[in-house]
Nanobody, 119 residues
Framework: QVQLVESGGGLVQPGGSLTLSCAASGNTFSSADMGWYRQAPGKQRELVAGITKGGSTKYGDSVKGRFTVSRDTAKRTVYLQMNSLKAEDTAVYHC?????????????WGQGTQVTVSS
């Protein structure tokens, strides 16, 4: 069993920055592809950024050039650096861990952290 705990959300003005963290318990972190997703009220959950266990990254079109995803295997933590924040970035941000251990797929979600971009 893996627990994912997000932190770092909050209220920020447009143009500001935040860094989200997702700390993973358990010993599957190194086997996991990690992702950040967000869900705004009335909208579907969407991929914000992902980073594979090998370090390859991908981003949603709306955040390219503004957000950066990274991971620290020793700390079992994945980060999302968010710059030039816009009102439309307001959402609950969830961390996801996806992978296989001993041939068994795992897919875990954190509870989420609220990000509000407003003046």
């Amino acid at each position: 069993q893996v627990q994912l705990v997000e932190s770092g959300g909050g209220l920020v003005q447009p143009g500001g920055s935040l860094t989200l963290s997702c700390a993973a318990s358990g010993n599957t972190f190194s086997s996991a592809d990690m992702g950040w997703y967000r869900q705004a009220p009335g909208k579907q959950r969407e991929l914000v950024a992902g980073i594979t266990k090998g370090g390859s990254t991908k981003y949603g079109d709306s955040v390219k050039g503004r957000f950066t995803v990274s991971r620290d295997t020793a700390k079992r933590t994945v980060y999302l650096q968010m710059n030039s924040l816009k009102a439309e970035d307001t959402a609950v941000y969830h961390c996801n861990a996806l992978g296989f251990v001993a041939g068994v797929k795992f897919n875990y979600w954190g509870q989420g952290t609220q990000v509000t971009v407003s003046s």
